[in-house]
């Protein structure tokens, strides 16, 4: 029999060997299931995870897998901030939404102006429609007590609502002869998020998401807010003790990650996506709490986490184009990773000892 | 074979990762026998006791409970045998009744109304008389330990296990345990008492078994031992008792308190009331009381964990009742509170991480808002040294610390800090003898350097020895403090409120 046992201090090898060997197994496991469904399993695997790298189209593959990873690590970050905290922000994808609403609406309203200004002011307003986004939840917990999580991820589906209202309604394009969607960024430069380099995939939230990590890093590490944002996750009644504020931590991290995710939305909106569709937002908002875990709550970590689940993303879209998997096999695939990432981790703070002797 | 021993314990061996917790142990307990087990922290008693309830199983040796082989595996089957446990700390729910506490810890449970009567006859009949219908999270910790005996008492046990009883008692509800316990001894019941303080073994107990790192040290008959003999065995040493070196003069009032009252932030907490107290440079202020009394409260409302108005609360005679802790800290005040894992310390960080927990501001560890983690650790390190911490070194998790340890680490922190207030709430609980006479001679050092010290203890003992004034704590009131020497047990125990209604039933029967 096997039995857990406690470690005194947590094991540094399994802090970092956790993320390797939880996409092995998924690998394993995920081979396992796409050759109960009649596939060979390797290729599946290696359509994933080698084709977008290294395989025929990896020339525009690559690119897309910068697009997907910027707003996933932009979002991931601000939420590990609250997560290592203990205030659980879910709602990021409506938060994501609100931000690309705003900014969106303040580069549509002043079309067809010309100035340098444009852009920087739609990332500002971008930011700030996604910072108060999460100011509701954040303050209904402050004032009232109430869940965030709940308040937060309810809010996503009002945000969904606001947006087919925008994408339908009030910033519909006017020469768009009815059809429901806004004017589309790409057609107008000043306000557009164009790629940096053409045919790199790299526009401006991917610059945004690796210097937030750096900062994120410096902030965890090195500076007072970041002790206190650990401390208050790790033992609340010392971080009072120590001379933490709750209320001002819970106003920081949501207005933080809030502020980060609508960033995200304003960059994907002005960017990739081009335009406020009714479903222009992919999911990003949620498949960044994944993100968040699987780096480990740690923003370098999560970098990687970011380009991981980017690579998933992609690579799965390539099976299941090329190889007729359904889009579920993928989702289930993704979901195996997060999985067994949480499994393994169990191994950091317990160690697994064998058992003379069943009780 | 077994002489009419009710329990025999031979040769049992329990070894946990690192720690040999019990090695070779042989005891034995004959019926109506009232049997101390005595050591100190970590000496191994618990794990004894574990094992003789069925919480643990041991690596070696075997048992004999009334001449047969006596193997529990669980709780449940060493209550079928006979064998109940009163637990230092209580499990008890504090959202339910007397009776329905009870009734979740029988295999069988009566009918409430059934058990609820039952419950008053028991309770009546050893003096400890309970109301089944009260809501426990509004007794006492007297009386909760009553529920728990009660529960104990209603399963006719043949061995009551009860582990260091009487730290949540006042000094005359001691006197009535003692009385209940005797009675039950008297009709034929065997009790292993587990205690570290001397005193009340030598009063209550027939026999002693002392452990030391695991080991059966020394058997003796307890009323024929000194104090000091018994402390001998136990420590395997003697202990020099502490000495105050200068008695300072006293000064300045450095902390005033007046008129404090505020709701306890805690469902079963205790509100403070109308609390007012001066503490002077160089002065020992003892705060005693039963625990559940308003102790966590006193201690946050005067670190700045709980705010007031500026008034209530003055350090060096500037307000600082609406002071948050690190301002509190700026200018003076240092606490050290009793929970080490979660309050004073964040267990999975390191000792250099909770060393800056408290030592920020007057360490000067941060610049420009960032972290100074050199100087930190540094801080950490000197901590070390200082206060004798055995551990590999500051980048340990404090977790990783024993309790006795991490104890002596936390109190260096706050007393290198040069505070000129210093708030202790129970400094010396669940730390072995030796580091407790270490702690308590820094603290006297402090004092005598010129800080005004506030003790906050359960340790009755304790705050006699170090105190200048002595106060009580009782439903968040506090007594007004008097000056420690010649108080005797009589008049603290009066002033912790007596016995809390538990004296009429043994008058009663006396």
């Known amino acids: 029999m096997l039995r857990l046992e406690r470690r005194p201090n947590p094991s540094r090898f399994w802090l970092y060997a956790t993320p390797p060997v939880a996409v092995v197994l998924t690998m ?32 525009y593959l690559r690119g897309q897998l910068l697009v997907k990873a910027g707003p996933l690590i932009l979002i991931a970050i601000g939420l590990a901030m609250g997560f290592r905290a203990g205030i ?25 102006t010309e100035s340098r200004l444009i852009f920087p002011v739609m990332v500002l307003a971008g930011a700030l429609g996604g910072w108060a986004w999460a100011m509701i939840p954040a303050i209904l917990r402050t004032r009232f007590n109430t869940n965030e999580i709940l308040v937060s991820l309810m809010l996503v589906y009002v945000a969904e609502t606001i947006l087919a209202k925008a994408a339908t309604g009030f910033l519909r394009n006017p020469d768009g002869m009815g059809f429901p969607g806004s004017r589309n960024f790409s057609s107008y ?97 949620f498949t960044a709490i994944i993100v968040a875990f699987l780096g480990r709550l740690n923003p370098l970590g999560i970098v990687l986490a970011g380009l991981l689940m980017a690579l998933t993303y992609v690579g799965g879209e390539m099976a299941s184009t090329n190889m007729g998997l359904p889009a579920a096999a993928i989702q289930v695939f993704q979901g195996m990773l997060l999985f067994f990432l949480l499994g393994v981790d169990v191994l950091t703070n317990y160690r697994i000892r064998p058992v003379k002797g069943a009780r | 074979m077994t002489g009419g021993d009710l329990l025999r314990v031979e040769g049992v061996g329990k070894t946990y990762p690192g720690v040999r917790a019990n090695e070779d142990v042989s005891l034995t307990i004959a019926p109506g026998e009232i049997h101390a087990l005595l050591g100190e922290n970590g000496a191994g008693k618990s794990t004894l006791v574990k094992i003789i309830y069925g919480l643990v199983r041991p690596d070696e040796g075997r048992m004999l409970l009334n001449g047969q082989p006596y193997a529990p595996a669980a709780p449940r089957e060493a209550r079928a045998r006979g064998v109940a446990m009163v637990f230092q700390h209580f499990s008890l729910f504090e959202a339910l009744s007397v009776a329905e506490n009870v009734a979740l810890g029988m295999e069988d449970a009566p009918p409430m109304r059934e058990l609820a009567a039952r419950i008053r006859v028991v309770s009546e009949e050893y003096g400890l008389p309970l109301d089944p219908s009260r809501r426990v999270g509004d007794l006492s910790a007297g009386e909760r330990q009553r529920v728990e005996i009660v529960r104990c008492l209603l399963q006719n046990p043949r061995l009551l296990i009860m582990d260091e009883p009487t730290s949540v008692l ?156 690190d301002k509190r800290r700026a200018m003076g005040l240092v606490a050290a509170p009793e929970d080490r894992y979660g309050h004073a310390a964040a267990p999975d960080m390191t000792l250099t991480e909770n060393a800056f927990l408290t030592g920020m501001v007057r360490r000067g560890l941060v610049s420009r808002g960032f972290v100074r983690w050199r100087a930190a650790r540094e801080f950490a390190r000197q901590i070390i040294a200082d206060y004798d911490v055995r551990t590999p070194g500051p980048d340990v998790a404090a977790r990783a610390l024993s309790g006795g340890n991490l104890q002596k680490f936390l109190i260096g922190r ?3 800090q040069a505070p000129d207030v210093i708030v202790i709430n129970q400094p010396t609980w669940g730390v072995d003898a030796a580091a407790a006479a270490a702690i308590r001679q820094a603290i006297l050092n402090r004092a005598a350097e010129g800080a005004g010290v506030v003790v906050i203890s359960q340790d009755l003992d304790e705050l006699l020895e170090i105190s200048d004034r002595f106060a009580v704590l009782n439903e968040g009131r506090l007594t007004r403090p008097r000056t420690t020497e010649g108080l005797t047990m009589e008049e603290i125990g009066l002033m912790m409120g007596g016995a809390h209604g538990m004296e009429v039933a043994h008058h009663a029967q006396a």
């Open chain 1, 189 to 285: 430069p000043a306000a557009a998020n164009a790629e940096l380099f053409a045919g790199s995939g790299l526009h401006w939230g991917g610059v945004t998401a690796v210097f937030v990590a750096l900062a994120a890093h410096v902030l965890l590490r090195h500076h007072v807010l970041g002790y206190q944002i650990r401390l208050a996750g790790q033992a609340p009644r010392a971080a009072r003790f120590h001379g933490v504020d709750p209320t001002r931590l819970v106003i920081f991290c949501m207005g933080l990650s809030g502020a980060l995710a609508g960033l995200a939305g304003l960059f994907e909106v002005a960017g990739p996506a081009g335009q406020i569709s009714i479903d222009f937002n992919s999911g990003y908002g």
């Open chain 2, 170 to 325: 006042t000094p005359q509800e001691v006197k009535i345990l003692f009385a209940t316990l005797r009675k039950l001894a008297a009709e034929g019941t065997s009790i292993l008492y587990i205690s570290h303080k001397l005193e009340e073994i030598r009063a209550l107990c027939d026999r002693a078994t002392v452990l030391r790192r695991g080991r059966v040290v020394a058997e003796c008959d307890p009323r024929e031992c000194s104090a000091a003999q018994l402390a001998e065995m136990m420590v395997g040493q003697a202990l020099s008792p502490t000495r105050r070196t200068v008695k300072a003069e006293r000064g300045r009032i450095v902390l005033g308190v007046s008129d404090l009252s505020v709701p306890s932030p805690f469902a079963f907490g205790t509100a403070l009331k109308d609390i007012r107290f001066t503490v002077a440079r160089g002065e020992i202020l003892g705060v005693a009381g039963v625990a559940g009394n308003g102790q966590d409260e006193l201690l946050m409302a005067l670190s700045g964990e709980i705010v007031t108005e500026p008034d209530r609360v003055r350090i060096d005679s500037r307000p600082a009742g609406d002071l948050g802790p």
């Open chain 1, 88 to 112: 659980w922000n879910i709602g990021a994808e409506g938060q994501y939404i609100m931000g690309a609403i705003c900014g969106a609406a303040v580069g549509l309203a002043v079309y067809p």
């Open chain 1, 28 to 59: 394993i496991a995920g081979g396992l299931l796409f050759a109960a469904m009649g596939k060979d399993p390797v290729a599946v695997i290696r359509t994933i995870f080698w084709e977008p790298l290294f395989g025929d189209f990896a020339f």
């Open chain 2, 414 to 416: 706050e007393l290198e």
